[in-house]
């Protein structure tokens, strides 16, 4: 996953504890999103950001929140981890919004556990 | 690595042979729509896409076809080879940042 990083790659937390999983970039993409992926739901969208300090909600943002102080780093916390964020987190980054041959490129994932 | 989804459809083939995954989306108003491959213990990987004013788009060994008509998107893959085992996921956008990710289809290739 050249260019994405994301940190950690495996993360076992207890339930009410506050929780951040970060995001590193080196392509100077603008967009950048936040995913889960849960047997059954597929890739489900978190938060995304269009730019610097632009952040926007997406369909399962609820007990999420994002920051994104500068282009390369987008932080995703958890503020009370529940078991039912047990998951695995992708990242993902694209030059555009939905410009032909600008698909995402994906990091290589966080397992969290919550226990 | 991580569990990608427990039923997923599962399409097998010999190697060798040629591989069609499809895939119905929901919306009508959805303008653009890409494959993704994933390998287990990884994360998605683009493969190609296509905008809802072209039929087809071909990529190196990958041809995505789209069929606005019945909403349908397939994704052809010539030659299909060992390396092409993985979790391929279809997704749609309807404009911005609302880009939704089909379930998946599990591709196991035989040798």
């Known amino acids: 996953d050249a260019g994405i990083t994301q940190s950690p790659r495996h993360k076992v937390t207890e339930t009410g504890t506050p929780v951040t999983l970060r995001c590193h970039q080196t392509?100077?993409?603008?967009?950048m999103y936040w995913y889960r992926q849960d047997p059954g739901h597929g890739l489900r969208l978190i938060h995304y950001?269009?730019?610097?300090?632009?952040?926007d909600k997406g369909e399962v943002s609820d007990g999420y929140s994002v920051s994104r102080s500068k282009t390369e780093d987008f932080l995703l916390t958890l503020e009370s981890a529940t078991s039912s964020q047990t998951s695995v987190y992708f990242c993902?980054?694209?030059?555009?919004?939905?410009?032909?041959?600008?698909?995402?490129?994906f990091g290589s994932g966080t397992r969290l556990t919550v226990v | 690595g991580e569990s990608v989804g427990l039923h997923l459809p599962t399409l097998s083939v010999q190697e060798g042979d040629n591989s069609i995954i499809n895939c119905a989306y929901s919306?009508?108003?959805?303008?653009?729509f890409i494959w993704y491959k994933q390998e287990s213990g990884k994360g998605p990987q683009f493969i190609i896409d296509i905008r809802s004013n072209m039929d087809k788009r071909q990529g190196q060994r990958v041809t995505v076809l789209l069929n606005k008509t019945v909403k349908h998107l397939s994704l052809q893959i010539a030659a299909t080879q060992p390396g092409d085992s993985a979790v391929y996921f279809c997704a749609e956008n309807t404009g911005g940042f609302k880009t939704i990710f089909g379930a998946g289809t599990r591709l196991f290739v035989k040798a």
């Open positions: 993902a980054i694209s030059p555009s919004a939905g410009e032909l041959g600008d698909g995402y490129t």
């Open positions: 950001s269009y730019g610097v300090k632009d952040t």
């Open positions: 392509e100077n993409h603008r967009y």
């Open positions: 919306n009508s108003a959805s303008d653009y």
